[in-house]
């Protein structure tokens, strides 16, 4: 029974590193036209727990793009230079929406495998009953 709990911890900090990973990635896409934002992305970690001998997934710092912003050439824009250009988002909505699929996925997948968890150990209960 002990290891039960161990999975519900498992399928439960899955989900809420993936939970996170979904905030970030609306985050982006909310700001994919705002001049200078930077793209925020979060790195994962298994970390060892050594009571249950399970891994569980513990999430990084919040990162932001280090690259260049790309030059959006537009003079009449409030924030274009001299020349006519100011800096653009460094989102691309076709890799937040792939990023977002994927974390959707896997959250679905640990919910499942916390359900499963659930119904091994209500039946378990269900036997010490009788």
Known sequence: M????????????????????????????????????????????????????????????VELHRGDLPKIYDPDHALADEAGYYEGSSVDRMIETADAREAGRSYEANLRMFDQARQMSQSLLDLLRR
């Open 2 to 61: 002990a290891d039960l709990f161990g999975i519900f911890s498992v399928a439960a900090s899955g989900m809420e590193a993936q939970s996170r990973r979904i905030r970030h990635v609306s985050e982006n896409i909310a700001n994919a036209d705002t001049p200078g934002y930077r793209r925020k992305t979060i790195d994962f970690h298994a970390t060892l727990d050594r009571a249950t001998g399970l891994s569980r997934v513990s999430v990084g710092p």
